[in-house]
């Protein structure tokens, strides 16, 4: 269903943003997941008052491959920049070498922040690199299946579709309903003295 009717507004957008990210088996083992960022305005502009952008011309065109094993550890990953605002802007692409070893499950985000927050890193690769989760978990299918250790997939009780309340959890992994993580033991109360 698309979006309801918008306001009046003018027909051309001015700025568009396109993603795309791709999932790919590899022959050793190993899951190649891509990333492409491309930003364009819809008219001519002037980047911070040298370089002209023609309309249609990407500002930012930017790639990322992060190779990836069954646990979701990252092998290997490479970042390229084709179109970008300063000259010095490919530089960000070799911290980015401090993901190899990251794992993509819980905790990425902070990873990525720990890693590459900052002037350590770019904001537009930082973007591209914390949505890249979902479709590693849509590559690596195994990711979606109950294991041996009693711990339900990854994906549950993360959205509201998976809910370990709602219907989608006791319909597709029933044993699972209602279930909750395993808390802390209580601390030993210390002694004020």
Not at 23 to 44: C, F, N, P, S
Not at 164 to 172: D, K, R, S
Request: aromatic share 8%; glycine share 8%; with cysteine.
């Amino acid at each position: 269903m698309p979006l309801s009717p918008s306001a009046h507004r003018k027909p051309l957008p001015i700025h568009m943003r396109d993603v795309k990210y791709r999932g790919y088996t590899r022959h050793d083992g190993m899951w190649d997941i891509e990333a492409e960022l491309v930003d364009q305005k819809t008219y001519d502009i002037e980047l911070h008052g040298h370089r002209k952008v023609p309309a249609g011309k990407p500002i930012h065109h930017m790639w990322i491959r992060l190779t990836i094993d069954a646990d979701m550890v990252v092998h290997g990953i490479e970042a390229t920049m084709d179109d970008h605002p300063l000259g010095h802007c490919p530089e960000a692409t070799k911290s980015m070498q401090k993901m190899v070893g990251c794992c993509i499950t819980r905790g990425w985000r902070r990873a990525i922040s720990d890693n590459l927050g900052g002037v350590a890193g770019c904001t537009h690769l930082r973007e591209l690199l914390f949505n890249m989760a979902t479709p590693a978990f849509h590559t690596v299918l195994n990711q979606f299946n109950t294991n041996d250790s009693g711990e339900p997939p990854r994906h549950l009780g993360q959205c509201l579709g998976w809910d370990f309340n709602g219907p989608g959890v006791a319909e597709f992994y029933p044993e699972f309903k209602d279930w909750k993580p395993l808390t802390q033991q209580p601390k030993e109360n210390i002694k004020q003295g």
